[in-house]
């Protein structure tokens, strides 16, 4: 009997699935990063869920508080932008992962600082100041954690 060494690809279904337990992963070491590496290289600590509860209270027209803004930013780092990682691959069939990590990673840096911030009355980019190009390595390192762990949680190869 011949051996089938193809690899198979793993269904959408299966890649949403595993996007949870690998945005958990990633939204652990987002918080490592920003609460506790970035007080020692910045002198401040990163603080997202500042932007989720300013942009709530925009949207909405009353303000939440720091513990619903908190848990906004988790729920979006451990299930909305996982998810929205595996769409993103997907559709633009983006290969190796690591690509299409990096591209999904710059994505949604800029959406924070560019986009959303102004959105709340803060400057573009924040001003490009250390704390932008800390935030593009927080997110960067993020999406890299979430997507390296989806893929081997996949049993998918390195580079795959």
Do not use: C, N
Not at 25 to 36: D, N, Q, R
Not at 53 to 59: E, I, K, P, Q
Not at 71 to 91: I, S, W
């Amino acid at each position: 009997m011949a051996l089938d060494f193809k690899q198979t690809t793993p269904s959408l279904a299966r890649r949403l699935f595993l996007a949870i337990p690998a945005g958990i992963v990633g939204e652990v070491v987002f918080e490592i990063l920003a609460l506790i590496v970035a007080p020692m290289l910045l002198g401040t600590a990163m603080q997202p869920a500042l932007l989720v509860g300013a942009l709530a209270g925009v949207l909405t027209g009353a303000p939440i508080s720091s513990a619903s803004a908190w848990l906004g930013h988790l729920l979006a780092g451990a299930v909305l932008f996982p998810v929205g990682y595996v769409l993103f691959a997907r559709y633009f069939g983006l290969r190796p992962w690591p690509l299409a990590a990096v591209i999904y990673a710059i994505l949604l840096w800029f959406l924070a600082q560019g986009v959303l911030a102004p959105i709340v009355g803060r400057p573009f980019m924040l001003g490009f100041v250390a704390y932008t190009w800390a935030s593009l390595a927080v997110h960067l390192i993020y999406v890299l954690v979430v997507a390296g762990t989806l893929h081997r949680l996949l049993g998918s190869p390195p580079a795959d």
